[in-house]
């Protein structure tokens, strides 16, 4: 996922997103215990992702309304 996507997203979908990302991320690590999950990268790509939303997250609630 892309920084541009994500800073179009309104708040609501980026929390949304968040959630969701939190969700697979705990399956990708349960599957990594059990010696089930075929690429371990996809765990790294997944946290990216989620710093990406947290970082745009956190931009959007810094940015003064105008």
């Known amino acids: 996922m892309k920084a541009n996507e994500?800073?179009?997203?309104?708040?609501a979908e980026?929390?949304?997103?968040?959630?969701?990302?939190k969700k697979d991320l705990f399956f990708l690590r349960?599957?990594?215990?059990t010696?089930?999950?075929d690429n371990?990268?996809?765990i790294a790509g997944v946290k990216k992702d989620i710093a990406r939303i947290k970082?745009?997250?956190r931009e959007k609630a810094l940015r003064p309304e105008a």
């Open 14 to 21: 980026l929390e949304a997103k968040l959630t969701e990302l």
């Open 40 to 42: 371990p990268v996809k």
């Open 30 to 33: 349960m599957q990594h215990a």
């Open 6 to 11: 994500i800073r179009n997203m309104s708040t």
């Open 35 to 37: 010696n089930q999950l």
């Open 55 to 57: 970082t745009i997250l």
